[in-house]
């Protein structure tokens, strides 16, 4: 059984930087993509980031120059330091993780005020 779990949520004034980590932990073999996706009230689950197992990553447009996503092969972590944040990237962040299935975090909360 596989587990994802985040920490790293909370409440931020508008500008100001979060840093969010999901850690796998279980029966895992190889870790493959891993990403962060999020969902605002009243909106579809959206893709943040996302990084190859190879270090390649991918940015929704909405985020690029001020979100960075990392991992870290033996810890099977992924990380994502978010910048300069606005009051548009309040939502849930949730994990996901390409571990032969995919797998997800419970989520974690980031609030931006104005």
């Known amino acids: 059984q596989v587990q994802l779990v985040e920490s790293g949520g909370g409440l931020v004034q508008a500008g100001g930087s979060l840093g969010l980590s999901c850690a796998a932990s279980?029966?895992?073999?190889?870790?493959?993509?891993m990403g962060w996706y999020r969902q605002a009230p009243g909106k579809q689950r959206e893709l943040v980031a996302s990084?190859?197992?190879?270090?390649?990553?991918n940015y929704a447009d909405s985020v690029k120059g001020r979100f960075t996503i990392s991992r870290d092969n033996v810890k099977n972590t992924v990380y994502l330091q978010m910048n300069s944040l606005k009051p548009e990237d309040t939502a849930v962040y949730y994990c996901?993780?390409?571990?032969?299935?995919?797998?997800w975090g419970q989520g974690t909360r980031v609030t931006v005020s104005s």
């Open positions: 279980g029966s895992i073999s190889r870790v493959n993509a």
């Open positions: 990084i190859t197992r190879g270090g390649t990553t």
């Open positions: 996901n993780a390409d571990i032969q299935h995919s797998y």
